[in-house]
T-cell receptor, first 112, second 112 residues
Framework: LAKTTQPISMDSYEGQEVNITCSHN???????ITWYQQFPSQGPRFIIQ???TKVTNEVASLFIPADRKSSTLSLPRVSLSDTAVYYC?????????????FGTGTRLKVLA | EAGVTQSPTHLIKTRGQQATLRCSPI?????VYWYQQALGLGLQFLLW???????NRGNFPPRFSGRQFPNYSSELNVNALELEDSALYLC???????????FGPGTRLLVL
């Protein structure tokens, strides 16, 4: 199973772009990279998923270098409501043996 | 469309008792996942059910068990409760293998 490493916490100010990097040195060929967001006392919410290069949706971008040993979640112009814990998951979601390992995540605090 | 629902929202038990937690997936979703989130820790994958069968389980003792009913709802049973079982238990559902998981609000279990 690919182990992930993320910063424990980050602070940012409203309006700034926030980049959260996840390291996954032993990512396997069939593994995807998925990011979830969790607010206090709520279940996580899917943000974005990618396999290689760059993926963008209405809330975030995901940058994956060619070696795929790391990935960066980019949140443009954060607001106070983006204060949450962000989890990086690596694994093959199409595999029946995939164990969804969330880890401890990155606690993002957005300041006014 | 209704999201994933869980009941009860809170549950208080004493050591040695049994707890039963319930989850109703989004209509049309056949996969149900259970996670444990102890205070200050990340999500730990517990169980995955699909089409009524247990597909995978995380590193938890056998006293954590569950089942999925023909209507795809699910129960998580925790026997012989221990103090460290106190946590937020989250249920998620997806429409198919590899598809996005949608989380419920969780059941907060307190073992005294």
């Amino acid at each position: 199973l690919a182990k992930t490493t993320q910063p424990i916490s980050m602070d940012s100010y409203e309006g700034q772009e926030v980049n959260i990097t996840c390291s996954h040195n032993n990512i396997a060929t069939n593994d995807y990279i998925t990011w979830y967001q969790q607010f206090p006392s709520q279940g996580p919410r899917f943000i974005i998923q990618g396999y290689k290069t760059k993926v963008t949706n209405e809330v975030a971008s995901l940058f994956i270098p060619a070696d795929r040993k790391s990935s960066t979640l980019s949140l443009p112009r954060v607001s106070l409501s983006d204060t949450a814990v962000y989890y990086c998951l690596v694994g093959d979601p199409y595999s029946g043996t995939y164990k969804y390992i969330f880890g401890t995540g990155t606690r993002l605090k957005v300041l006014a | 469309e209704a999201g994933v629902t869980q009941s009860p929202t809170h549950l208080i038990k004493t050591r040695g008792q049994q707890a039963t937690l319930r989850c109703s997936p989004i209509s049309g979703h056949t996969s149900v996942y259970w996670y444990q989130q102890a205070l200050g820790l990340g999500l730990q994958f517990l169980l995955w059910y699909d089409e009524g069968e247990e597909r995978n389980r995380g590193n938890f003792p056998p006293r954590f068990s569950g089942r999925q009913f023909p209507n795809y709802s699910s129960e998580l049973n925790v026997n012989a409760l221990e103090l460290e079982d106190s946590a937020l238990y989250l249920c998620a559902s997806s429409s198919d293998l590899g598809e996005t998981q949608y989380f419920g609000p969780g059941t907060r279990l307190l073992v005294l």
